[in-house]
C-alpha cells in the first residue's frame, strides 16, 4: 500500500524566518514523483515543487527546497524567508507509476508578522 | 487556457437528492480525476480515469458515479445524496507520459448535504 504521512498538523514561524514541513511515504515502488501543493483560503491547490525519484539533487524553486532522503523515504520541504503569503495548508503528495496520487493530511503553515 | 473549470462552486442538497459535479480541462489531459476533502483527512481518491471511455475506482467510491465520454468531461455524479457527503471537491487532469506529471486542480466545489 501507497501512504503518505504529515506528522506536523500545524506549525507557525515568524515573518522572514525559515520553517521544515516534514512528509514520509512508503513505497516498494523505485520510481515514482514527489510534489508538495499549497493549499491558501482561496482553497485553490497550487503548485509549490516537485521531485523525480531518479534525481539525487534536490529540488528547489525560489524560497522553496526539499530534502528528499530516498532510502528513508523522507521528502521535506523548506521555506526560507518566510512570508505573509505562505500562509497555508501544504499538502505532500506522491506519485508512483500509474499516475494515481496519494496525498497526506496536510500541515496548516501560519506566518506570523 | 481556463485549465480544470468546475461548476458549481457551492452547492446545498437535501438528503436523498442527486446532482452532478461538472469538471472540464481544455488542456486535452488523458488523466482525470475527483477528489473529496475531509479535515484532518487530506485529499482523498474517489475515481479516476485514463482516458475516454475508461474509469475506476479509488480510496472512497462509494456513493458516486462517473463518466468519461470525451477527454475534456469528467462529471461526477452523486446518486442519492447523504450527510456524510457534505465535502469540498476537487477535479483534478495530468498529461501522462509528461516528464513533469503535474497535477492540475479545479477551484474546488463545496457541497452541503442536510
Known amino acids: 500500500a501507497q501512504t503518505v504521512t504529515q506528522s506536523q498538523p500545524e506549525m507557525s514561524v515568524q515573518e522572514a524566518e525559515t520553517v521544515t514541513l516534514s512528509c514520509t511515504y512508503d513505497t516498494s515502488e523505485s520510481n515514482y514523483y514527489l510534489f508538495w501543493y499549497k493549499q491558501p483560503p482561496s482553497r485553490q491547490m497550487i503548485l509549490v515543487i516537485r521531485q523525480e525519484a531518479y534525481k539525487q539533487q534536490n529540488a528547489t524553486e525560489n524560497r522553496f527546497s526539499v530534502n528528499f532522503q530516498k532510502a528513508a523515504k523522507s521528502f521535506s520541504l523548506k521555506i526560507s524567508d518566510s512570508q505573509l503569503g505562505d500562509t497555508a495548508m501544504y499538502f505532500c503528495a506522491f506519485m508512483p507509476r500509474g499516475n494515481q496520487f496519494y496525498f497526506g493530511t496536510g500541515t496548516s503553515l501560519t506566518v506570523i508578522p | 487556457n481556463a485549465g480544470v473549470t468546475q461548476t458549481p462552486k457551492f452547492q446545498v442538497l437535501k438528503t436523498g437528492q442527486s446532482m452532478t459535479l461538472q469538471c472540464a480541462q481544455d488542456?486535452?489531459?488523458?488523466?482525470m480525476s475527483w477528489y473529496r476533502q475531509d479535515p484532518g483527512m487530506g485529499l482523498r481518491l474517489i475515481h479516476y480515469?485514463?482516458?475516454?471511455?475508461?474509469?475506476d475506482q479509488g480510496e472512497v467510491p462509494n456513493g458516486y458515479n462517473v463518466s468519461r465520454s470525451t477527454t475534456e468531461d469528467f462529471p461526477l455524479r452523486l446518486l442519492s445524496a447523504a450527510p456524510s457527503q457534505t465535502s469540498v471537491y476537487f477535479c483534478?487532469?495530468?498529461?501522462?507520459?509528461?516528464?513533469?506529471?503535474?497535477?492540475?486542480f479545479g477551484a474546488g466545489t463545496r457541497l452541503s448535504v442536510l
Open positions: 483534478a487532469s495530468t498529461h501522462r507520459g509528461s516528464s513533469k506529471n503535474i497535477q492540475y
Open positions: 488542456m486535452n489531459h488523458e488523466y
Open positions: 480515469s485514463v482516458g475516454a471511455g475508461i474509469t
